[in-house]
């Protein structure tokens, strides 16, 4: 099993950033990807970013140049740098693990872009 805790969500202006975080803890050496996804109200789930245990990432469109995911160490903890924030990404965020034959989430960090 997995369990992955997130941190670092808030209410931040347009423009601004914010580093989420999220740290993984009990069979962490079975994880192959790690990611950010998202889920706005009346909105579906969506990937924001992944990162695989070679470190190839992989970003949707409406994040690129404005995301950065990244660890400090082959695993743990992932980062999701998020600058130049707009109002449309307010969202709860989730990070996800992925191995063989499992997925697993965390509780979600809530994120609000307002000014």
């Known amino acids: 099993q997995v369990q992955l805790v997130e941190s670092g969500g808030g209410l931040v202006q347009p423009g601004g950033s914010l580093r989420l975080s999220c740290a993984a803890s009990?069979?962490?050496?079975?994880?192959?990807?790690m990611g950010w996804y998202r889920q706005a109200p009346g909105k579906e789930r969506e990937l924001v970013a992944a990162?695989?245990?070679?470190?190839?990432?992989n970003y949707a469109d409406s994040v690129k140049g404005r995301f950065t995911i990244f660890r400090d160490n082959a695993k743990n903890p992932v980062y999701l740098q998020m600058n130049s924030l707009k109002p449309e990404d307010t969202a709860v965020y989730y990070c996800?693990?992925?191995?063989?034959?499992?997925?697993?989430w965390g509780q979600g960090t809530q994120v609000t872009v307002s000014s």
């Open positions: 996800n693990a992925v191995g063989f034959r499992f997925s697993y």
């Open positions: 009990g069979n962490i050496f079975s994880i192959n990807v």
């Open positions: 990162i695989t245990t070679g470190g190839s990432t």
